[in-house]
């Protein structure tokens, strides 16, 4: 019989050293499965084998955003709890939008950008880990993009860093306060800014070999230099910002000693896994293999790294997708496919025009934003008029205009049928949200009218999302049931044996486990 003492020891040998989360933008399912023959063994292909591998994770509302499905895969919760709705926030003050962590009271580090993860309203799987581990834990984050970095890291991470679009440089915020020496030594030698005009993005194989989507037989072969006032943000939008995470991510890994004291550390890497500059897949289809087939090399050396220095045996990972993909334009119209094209800017002006005939000559609506009006709601105050028959009046001429599909006010979402308004209640947030939210009917383009915004394509289909766990003992397994993602953070969080973040919605995803030390 084992003393308590050899029982606690016991049991602290079972907890990892090291947990490993990878978010994978647009990552999908059925990509992987296409091009499965074009991976090695060390990267796709090992997770798929070796990993408990959920083959569709259901976010659980709509319009889902890169910043949006990151919070809730590391929060447990969904969009109306936690807060983060969009990648940008509608300010009604400035009647303008702006990223969703500006935080004026910081600074950033290589960047003008001043960005923290105060706008995160709950806990998440970082913060619980540095609270059970009374601060020990270190904690780290690498990203592309400052939504997946800031938002993966949380309040308590040691530090989050991104790709500064106007330097190259590997960003963080003030907010965190430590800044390692090799990530600031790592941006003054060898710094993106120091090779980007001789980085060239062209296909990995020879063209012939480029066969894992159907329909798109290539016939010519891409070659992409960086250049410009926009070549960093493009390069973030290649695959090559690929390997630049991974250059950091294991840097962290080697020099910050991850995985090395009493108590397990963490290490949050994000990668992209979309199209390139955004484009769409029939005209750009080697671009996206080559994207995957690289960040399948990305994946092999990170493994090996963790390998090298922690062991997989004392590492635990998942890897998660965020569960989007950006529509592209399709050509219904030459098929008869009904579509058409809706001007968020024109909606607004005759919504304003309608409500100024009816209840007097004023500034009655604020503006628009990620398909939600807002409403002049001091106006509709002081003249004294009734809220929510305002809202109704306004949310049935909405839909009525060609292109909506339906116009739910914000009295629908919060206090109608639970089961009816559903994904939109999750993902309405009763203090950010606006007065009416629209659905514009699939197969539409919202056209924004502006230089500086892209057109979105408007669909209502579930893109294929996985999820994979790995770690010592975890019995390989398939499982093709649709699984929430808010089971995401307390199943990490069962695995090292911590509590689950504050709001978080479902129960732990039980891993069956190949013996029984676990």
């Not at 509709?380 to 001429?397: D, G, M, Q, T």
């Not at 009525?400 to 559903?422: N, P, R």
Request: charged letters at 20%; proline letters at 4%.
């Amino acid at each position: 019989m084992l003393s308590v003492t050899a029982q606690s020891q016991e049991r602290e040998s079972d907890i990892p050293k090291l947990v490993v989360g990878i978010t994978i933008d647009q990552l999908r399912t059925d990509y992987i499965d296409m091009m499965q023959h074009l991976f090695g063994t060390g990267g796709f292909n090992r997770l798929m084998t070796e990993g408990a591998v959920y083959e569709n994770v259901n976010y659980g509302y709509g319009d889902i955003t890169r910043a949006s499905s990151v919070a809730t895969i590391y929060t447990g919760t969904y969009p109306s709890t936690h807060s983060i709705t969009s990648n940008t926030r509608f300010n009604q003050d400035k009647k303008e939008a702006s990223p969703i962590l500006s935080d004026k009271n910081q600074l950033g580090n290589f960047t003008s950008e001043a960005l923290s993860p105060r706008k995160i309203s709950v806990s998440t799987i970082t913060d619980e880990l540095k609270s059970a581990t009374s601060g020990e834990a270190k904690i780290y984050s690498v990203a592309p993009t400052s939504e997946v970095a800031i938002i993966s890291a949380g309040h308590a991470a040691n530090s989050a860093f991104w790709l500064n679009e106007e330097n190259g440089k590997w960003a963080s915020s003030t907010y965190y306060k430590e800044v390692p020496v090799f990530v600031t030594e790592h941006n003054i030698k060898n710094g993106l800014d120091t090779r980007i005009e001789k980085t060239v993005w062209s296909p990995m194989l020879p063209l012939s070999e480029y066969d894992g989507l159907p329909y798109n037989q290539p016939e010519f072969a891409f070659k992409y230099f960086f250049d410009g006032d926009d070549k960093y943000k493009n390069l973030k939008l290649s695959a090559l910002v690929n390997s630049e995470v991974t250059t950091v991510a294991c840097s962290i890994l080697e020099k910050g000693r991850l995985g090395k004291g009493f108590v397990p550390d963490m290490l949050n890497v994000g990668y992209y896994a979309g199209n390139y500059k955004e484009q769409n897949v029939r005209d750009y289809g080697v671009e996206i293999q080559d994207t995957y087939l690289r960040l399948d090399k990305e994946i092999e050396t990170l493994l090996q790294t963790i390998d090298n220095t922690v062991g997989l045996d004392n590492t635990f990972i998942f890897i998660v997708s965020t569960g989007y993909s950006n529509f592209e334009a399709r050509p219904y119209g030459l098929y008869g496919v009904p579509t058409g094209q809706f001007y968020p800017r024109k909606a607004t002006a005759l919504l304003n025009y309608y409500l100024m005939a009816m209840y007097g000559h004023e500034e009655w609506v604020i503006g628009y934003h990620d398909k939600e009006i807002y409403l002049n709601r001091e106006l509709i105050k002081k003249k004294e008029l009734n809220l929510e028959e305002f809202v109704v009046n306004s949310a049935e001429f909405l839909s009525q205009m060609e292109g909506v599909q339906d116009a739910l006010t914000s009295y629908q979402i919060l206090h109608g049928d639970i089961v009816a308004v559903a994904p939109q209640r999750r993902r309405y947030n009763r203090q950010y949200s606006g007065d009416i939210v629209l659905e514009i009917k699939p197969g539409w383009e919202i056209n924004y009218e502006e230089e500086d915004k892209k057109n979105e394509y408007v669909q209502y289909n579930a893109v294929p999302t996985p999820l994979i766990f790995i770690g010592e003992n975890v019995t390989p397994q398939r499982v093709s049931t649709p699984i929430d993602a808010t089971a995401v953070a307390p199943t990490v969080c069962r695995a090292i044996r911590i509590r689950a973040p504050s709001a978080s919605k479902s129960y732990p995803l039980i891993l069956n486990y190949k013996t029984e030390t676990k």
